[in-house]
């Protein structure tokens, strides 16, 4: 059985990879918009992947006994002045998520869930990967300059 603090804090974990799925959507909406379709089906494909992991938290909960439960999730962004702008802020994003997921691990280790101490570190792992590609496609995006910017938005439509 699951904590009643552990349990909600994984339910606040669920609306905020919620609101991640929102804010990437929103990007992927923007970049679309501004002619960036690479780069727009890279967004999706991350809005999807922040979806899933919601699914996956929800789904840990009820195996463990929990209620899942969407929080109010509040409006996402709406623009940004360019791919490099959304890029930053997507890395900016991903380092935040990062601290909400290790301050969810210190929870599960508060309360003695192994368990969920375990579960959770594949999330921590996979942050690890997430701020890398972020902080990846924003560098490649400041070394190609504006003419690099076609063929990085070729290869980020290859996700």
């Given at each position: 059985?699951?904590?009643?603090?552990?349990?909600?804090?994984?339910?606040?974990?669920?609306?905020?990879?919620?609101?991640?799925?929102?804010?990437?959507?929103?990007?992927?909406?923007?970049?679309?918009?501004?002619?960036?379709?690479?780069a727009a089906h890279w967004m999706m494909k991350q809005s999807e992947e922040e979806r899933n992991h919601?699914?996956?938290?929800?789904?840990?909960?009820?195996?463990r006994g929990g209620a899942a439960k969407v929080g109010m999730i509040d409006v996402v962004p709406d623009g940004w002045g360019s791919?490099?702008?959304?890029?930053?802020?997507?890395?900016?994003h991903e380092c935040?998520?990062?601290e909400l997921i290790n301050d969810?691990?210190?929870?599960?280790?508060a309360e003695k869930?192994?368990?969920?101490?375990?579960?959770?570190?594949?999330?921590?792992?996979e942050q690890v990967e997430e701020e890398a590609t972020a902080s990846?496609?924003?560098?490649k995006i400041k070394k190609g300059g504006d003419a690099g910017l076609f063929y990085i938005d070729a290869q980020l439509a290859q996700r």
């Open positions: 059985m699951i904590t009643e603090k552990l349990q909600k804090a994984i339910n606040d974990q669920i609306t905020a990879e919620l609101w991640s799925s929102n804010l990437y959507l929103q990007m992927s909406y923007f970049l679309e918009k501004e002619g960036w379709t690479g919601s699914n996956e938290l929800a789904q840990f909960l009820i195996k791919m490099l702008e959304a890029f930053e802020h997507v890395y900016k935040h998520v990062s969810l691990v210190d929870v599960a280790s869930d192994k368990a969920a101490q375990d579960f959770l570190w594949g999330f921590v792992r990846a496609i924003v560098e």
